[in-house]
């Protein structure tokens, strides 16, 4: 049976999965959905999620939506190969603080100072002071963490982890890095993460 991944090449949420996937070393499928043209509006992508919004994941017979759920999926469904990606509580907890308290604002920061500028439309700077002053408060939490382990859930690398790149990929290319490099141990944890050779593997695809 083929996984297939439809999604975006600029789609945080896509990126998720694919790390995900190539972390586990499984073959996949990328299916390109061309957004301006409204191809996710159209049944045929409906079917595979019915809110319109990409990735969509088939294994086999089996159809998922919501990047997350499909990566818990993976790391469970695969456990056997490539490396453990959930293996404690501790490791639940911090991909929870991941998608409740660091993806609100790094995403909001993501739209404004990565994907505007390839559009073509102008940064909200009104919004990136707000949104960077909610991302340091999270970033202190994390710095505090990672003082005393490796990765946020233990001493191994895990989704909790790996749930971070996509936004990382355009926060530490824009002014923002700088939040991240305040912070000693935040910032070691990032270059860590970011040369997984899983990460620069998807991103060679890019």
């Given at each position: 049976?083929?996984?297939?991944?439809?999604?975006?090449?600029?789609?945080?949420?896509?990126?998720?999965?694919?790390?995900?996937?190539?972390?586990?070393?499984?073959?996949?499928?990328?299916?390109?959905?061309?957004?301006?043209?409204?191809?996710?509006?159209?049944?045929?992508?409906l079917s595979l999620n019915p809110f319109g919004q990409i990735p969509a994941f088939q294994d086999g017979d089996l159809n998922l939506f919501e990047s997350r759920a499909i990566t818990r999926y993976i790391a469970h469904s695969y456990a056997g190969k490539g490396i453990p990606?959930?293996?404690?509580?501790?490791?639940?907890?911090?991909?929870?603080?991941?998608?409740?308290?660091?993806?609100?604002?790094?995403?909001?920061?993501?739209?404004?100072?990565?994907?505007?500028?390839?559009?073509?439309?102008?940064?909200?700077?009104?919004?990136?002071?707000?949104?960077?002053?909610?991302?340091?408060?999270?970033?202190?939490?994390?710095?505090?963490?990672?003082?005393?382990?490796?990765?946020?859930?233990?001493?191994?690398?895990?989704?909790?982890?790996?749930?971070?790149?996509?936004?990382?990929?355009?926060?530490?290319?824009?002014?923002?890095?700088?939040?991240?490099?305040?912070?000693?141990?935040?910032?070691?944890?990032?270059?860590?993460?970011?040369?997984?050779?899983?990460?620069?593997?998807?991103?060679?695809?890019?």
């Amino acid at each position: 049976m083929t996984i297939k991944v439809h999604g975006s090449v600029f789609s945080t949420a896509t990126l998720r999965v694919r790390v995900c996937l190539t972390e586990k070393s499984l073959d996949y499928e990328f299916i390109p959905v061309d957004l301006r043209s409204g191809h996710h509006k159209l049944d045929s992508f409906l079917s595979l999620n019915p809110f319109g919004q990409i990735p969509a994941f088939q294994d086999g017979d089996l159809n998922l939506f919501e990047s997350r759920a499909i990566t818990r999926y993976i790391a469970h469904s695969y456990a056997g190969k490539g490396i453990p990606l959930v293996s404690s509580a501790v490791e639940d907890v911090w991909a929870e603080v991941e998608a409740q308290r660091y993806e609100p604002p790094a995403a909001k920061l993501t739209w404004e100072l990565g994907i505007k500028p390839m559009l073509g439309m102008a940064t909200d700077d009104d919004v990136v002071k707000a949104q960077e002053a909610e991302l340091a408060k999270v970033l202190d939490v994390y710095e505090a963490r990672l003082a005393h382990s490796k990765y946020l859930g233990g001493e191994a690398f895990s989704l909790a982890d790996l749930h971070h790149l996509p936004t990382l990929k355009y926060l530490m290319a824009s002014p923002v890095k700088a939040v991240f490099d305040a912070r000693p141990h935040v910032a070691a944890w990032v270059a860590d993460i970011m040369a997984r050779p899983s990460w620069q593997k998807v991103l060679a695809e890019y």
